[in-house]
């Protein structure tokens, strides 16, 4: 308490001073403000946020708010990118198929090259998008929550999850879930440790252990099932930590500790082995997030050292992704857990219901039975031997890169990344111009914070054409030279957004530029 009066005093007294000099007035105006601020700090507990109260003043919330409005402006514009007309309504008359197929080609896009997009598209090959798109044609319309309409659904799925427990070592216990994506195969994990949790040790006030590298579904699982998601720093020159570290945080209401492989951010594999031993030890469950790694890793044992499956007693439940480099069309996962006792806290049902018994696995009721049908066709078409083919090439694309830039004083790479993804961060340049640098160049980037720094995920595409990581490698040096020099001083696009966001210390201003980019997703005018 005694900080933040000591900051509201500080921003106050500086406030006054450009407004008004008379010090009876500065003082009388401070005393309301701190009976008042410490009467709703008192009502609102932990809730208390400083500047959503002194946004409620209304000389400081006409200032804050005229910067807040100026910010939405400036993302309505990049993110709008001059397409000014939207439809409103219904065609009075339905339109011809010619007609729709013109209007979509007239709708302006980024043309941005495939081979300088950093993930996003993981494969993108011509007669393999078009052979997956001949299965989902053949089951465009079943859906699996009929399974007795659409049996041959029900086998694909039972067919996925079986591939990918052998795929993780696991054995005939271990069973799963077919998923719309990385997000609820994570939720789903949540749901069912906060239940397995009270059922099986009576914990009613659930936490669960996660790295600060760890993916933002995890904090969303908690928002959404009101979990609490107690963080571990990272060392930002490893991109993890260890194991000492990590049980500090660990308390007798921790249902469940999270690892990744690799971590989304960094690329870094977290210590798998040491969590799972712990957690067995302990009797708490450890989820493996490889939803970056899961079509990558399995392909790769002989090549690295770590530990990360079901061959691990510890391990309870893995997420991977299908749709990311196991090549299936977009809205596809797995979720697996080590034995039904575990899965049942997944499920829901409604017993008693007019409309009839309802249960589903899975956090959808209805869902696309073409896209499972999918990403079983990419699982059988790829097999073992293609998998582990491109998995070494993208290893091998990976350890170029970092090869290459070792001996670069301006930047460094955060870790020791083995796999797929490259962070770059630096001490001695801005690390967002040399990104918006590298966009103005023609690469699509992700952008990362915390520390500042950019990635570079190497899929499929990038290593299919021999000359893409070089002319990254080459592009990505004279962007260093281009922003040492002074030749570029830009910060543009996700990069400014970015950036400003690690200006602001106040999460409430940036919660408000956040949800501005989030609104502009599905409206085009928020101000």
Known sequence: MEKYLEYCKNIFVALLKKRYNHD??????????LLFSYKYYLKQKKRFNLLSFLQKLPYINKNVNNQIDSAKRDIQDQINNGQNEYINSLPEN????????????????????????SGVVYHGGEEYTNFLLRVFKKFAWANPLHFDLFPEIRKMEIEIVKMAINMFQGNEKCCGNVTYGGTESILLACKTYREWGFDEKGIDNPNIVLLESGHSAFKKAGHYFNIEIKTVPINYKTGTTTIENIIKYVDKNTVCIVGSAPAYAHGIIDPIFEIANYGKKNNIGVHVDCCMGGFLLPFLRTKINDIFDF??????????????????????SIIMYRDQNLKKYQHFSHSDWNGGIYA????????SGAL????????????????????????????????????????????NPKI?????????????????????????????????????????????????????????????????????DNIEGTAALYGMASSINQQSVTGEIVNSYIHLLSTDNII
């Open 420 to 488: 797929n993804i490259i962070a770059f961060n630096s001490e001695t340049l801005n690390i967002y111009k040399l990104s918006s640098c590298l966009t103005e160049m023609g690469w699509h980037l992700n952008i990362l914070q915390n520390p500042a720094s950019f990635h570079f995920c190497i899929t499929y595409i990038h290593i299919s054409d021999n000359t893409i990581i070089d002319k990254f490698i080459n592009d990505l040096k004279e962007s260093i030279i281009n922003v040492q020099d002074g030749q570029y």
């Open 372 to 415: 499972i049908a999918s990403a079983w066709a990419a699982m059988m078409y790829h097999g073992f031997d293609k998998y582990q083919e491109i998995a070494t090439k993208i290893m091998e694309a990976t350890e170029r890169i970092k090869e290459a830039v070792k001996d670069l004083q301006e930047i460094e790479i955060i870790g």
């Open 94 to 117: 339905g339109l011809d198929e010619l007609e729709i197929i013109s209007k979509i080609n007239n709708i302006s896009s980024t043309h941005v090259q495939k081979g300088h997009i």
């Open 24 to 33: 009876f007035v500065k003082g009388s105006f401070f005393t309301i403000l």
């Open 311 to 332: 061959s691990i007693p510890g391990v309870t439940s893995i997420s991977a992704d299908t749709h990311k480099y196991g090549y299936a069309l977009k809205g596809s």
């Open 360 to 367: 589903t696995p899975t956090i959808m009721g209805s869902k």
